[in-house]
């Protein structure tokens, strides 16, 4: 009895959709898909076919495409091959025995592309067809689109590293700067001291000058008295 109800994860969602479109490309039903994906994961064929339609399904809808189309290349590939055989009066070939003989015509770029899932960047599926030179150049476009996102990731480790570079710098600039603030501050309160004392000595000076003017002159006479001069 199948009972895992637990969360699916990316390889079940994989497994599911790589054995549908194989299905899809095979000409058989998603319901026997879904019973063979069960049967691998031990849940029930409705589980999977739920799971497929509300949230494996729209991520590859080109990969559908895809395999649709190669049914219908697979198809007329053997209606031309039991036409042949049926004017030459020997018996149809069935498509089991096409299978055995010849090889299904699959792509390898095709294969590839099924496993990508749905992108804005091609065109819709119904109303356009997809040639193998689309899936090419969609593929080239990927290759070329990883070799653009690893030289932007490149460049903005460049920038990283710069714009650390940088504030360090910034760092060491405004240490500078502080430093020399303080020393700033230090000689201008110097100076301010300088100009103090040097405003206290101009005063001195002429105090002392004033004084040396105003203070009386003496001279002894020749008793030995002391008299004034006039000024």
């Known amino acids: 009895m199948k009972v895992r109800q637990d ?3 990316h390889e079940d969602d994989l497994l599911l959709a790589e054995t549908v479109l194989r ?28 799971r497929w339609n509300a949230e494996v399904r729209n991520n590859y809808e080109q990969a559908i495409a ?11 590939a053997l209606e031309r091959m039991n036409k042949d055989k049926g004017t030459s009066q020997e018996k149809p070939v069935s498509q089991e025995a096409f299978v ?14 099924e496993l990508i899932p749905s992108s804005k960047s091609f065109s819709n599926p119904i109303n356009n067809s997809i040639t193998l ?11 070329h689109n990883d070799f653009l996102s690893n030289q932007l990731e ?18 060491e600039l ?42 009386p002159t003496f001279r002894m006479d020749k008793n030995g008295n002391l008299e004034q001069l006039a000024k």
Request: glycine share 4%; aromatic share 6%; hydrophobic share 30%.
């Open 7 to 9: 969360a699916w994860s």
């Open 23 to 50: 299905y899809i490309r095979e000409g058989g039903t998603q319901l026997a898909a879904f019973d063979e994906v069960g049967d691998k994961l031990n849940r029930t064929s409705a589980a999977c076919g739920f």
């Open 66 to 76: 895809i395999a649709k189309k190669q049914r219908k290349e697979r198809k007329r």
């Open 100 to 113: 055995e003989e010849t090889p299904a015509p699959v792509y390898i770029e095709e294969v590839s592309a």
């Open 133 to 143: 030179e689309d899936c090419i150049s969609f593929l080239s476009s990927l290759r």
């Open 154 to 171: 490149m460049e903005n480790n460049r920038l990283h590293r710069e714009n650390e570079s940088l504030k360090q710098q910034t760092k």
């Open 174 to 215: 405004e240490k500078r700067l502080e430093k020399l603030s303080d020393q700033q501050t230090i000689i201008q309160e110097d100076y301010q001291a300088l100009v103090q004392i040097m405003d206290r000595a101009r005063r001195l000076v002429m105090f002392e000058d004033t004084e040396d003017r105003n203070s």
